[in-house]
């Protein structure tokens, strides 16, 4: 089985493990991960690193996300969303006060740059420990705020208590945390009721195996949506090898500035990671600039 990204459209009811197990059972492969935790009552885009690409999974983990999710109102829970217990629930008349043009405007005031609160419920470690399995015991450990970026917001469809909502945002963004601020922010408290992702970096729904239709294929059918690593990361600028280079490579040799800077593509002068390719081109290794910038350091070095 070749090395690539395959995508799947996680069912709902299975953990992103889950999936990695029955992926990993059907490729017959023994290095297979996942680049982006869904939760188990959550769907869509999982992107699957097959092989060798588990070596480049945490240039995927940072990529930003498509959402689809269920906001309702009224009702708060532990985890922020429908699996957790319910910990406060607002008067009728409070939720009941609130209008279709209430949620529209509170909504619109959370796109952009901001600081987000990570659920307690999440697999962030606290002394090595996932937060989830420390909540799970009681204590509730509250990590600070990190930056995101909400690249645009909309609540298309409104049938109070109940709304949805279509996210674009940046990697690392929780959309629990974002319906419970939501929830505060309208005064009435708010969790997660479903969730769906629809686009994780440049893979859509429209390029997602689901997992029955996958247990069916056969193995070439199945290697033709693997996508190789090299078109996986079209996002960094590449630079195709010549013989010095590829020898160099092989011996984990660093490359001058001298050899490299004059081949990048047009205003990409300086990025902080490049691809070197072959004439065919397959990823031969993943380079970074040294403090120095003088040499490059190697991120990744796969076969010459």
């Known amino acids: 089985m070749k090395d690539g990204i395959l995508a ?28 982006g935790t869904l939760d188990p009552f959550a769907t869509g ?22 959402y689809t999710a269920q906001i309702t109102l009224g009702i708060e829970t532990d985890t922020h969303d429908c699996t957790g217990r319910i910990v406060s629930e607002a008067a009728p008349g409070v939720v009941g006060a609130i209008s279709p043009e209430d949620v529209l ?8 740059s901001q600081e987000q609160i990570p659920p307690s419920f999440s697999a962030l470690k606290h002394k090595g420990q996932p937060l989830y399995k420390l909540a799970r015991k009681g ?13 645009t917001i909309s ?30 922010k309208l005064g009435c408290g708010a969790h997660l009721s479903g969730l769906r992702r629809t686009q994780s970096g440049a893979f859509g729904l429209e390029n997602a195996l689901g997992l029955s239709a996958l247990e069916k294929m056969t193995p070439e059918a ?28 092989s011996f984990g040799q660093k ?7 004059p081949h ?13 390719v072959d004439s065919s081109n397959q990823l031969l290794a993943l380079i970074e600039p040294d403090k120095d910038q003088a040499f490059y350091n190697y991120c990744c070095v796969f076969s010459c």
Do not use: W
Not at 105 to 112: D, I, P, R, S, Y
Not at 224 to 249: N, R, T, W, Y
Not at 255 to 261: A, Y
């Open 8 to 35: 799947i459209d996680k069912p709902e009811g299975i953990s992103s493990a889950g999936v990695v197990a029955r992926v990993k059972r059907v490729l017959g492969v023994k290095k297979i991960g996942h680049t």
């Open 45 to 66: 885009v999982l992107l699957i690193a097959v092989q060798k690409a588990t070596r480049i999974s945490r240039f995927f983990l940072a990529g930003s996300k498509h």
């Open 105 to 112: 405007q509170t909504v619109a005031l959370f796109a952009g």
């Open 139 to 151: 204590e509730m450990i509250q990590k600070p705020p990190r930056s995101i970026q909400i690249y």
């Open 155 to 184: 609540a298309p469809h409104i049938n109070l208590p109940v709304f949805t909502l279509d996210v674009h945002c940046s990697g690392g963004t929780y959309i629990r945390s974002l319906a419970y601020d939501i929830g505060k």
């Open 222 to 249: 199945i290697a033709s949506h693997i996508l190789p690593m090299s078109e996986c990361l079209f996002f960094l600028p590449s630079v195709q090898a010549d013989g010095l280079c590829e020898k160099k490579i």
């Open 255 to 261: 490359l001058s500035f001298e050899e490299i800077v």
């Open 264 to 276: 990048l593509p047009p205003g990409n002068a300086s990025p902080d990671f490049i691809r070197m």
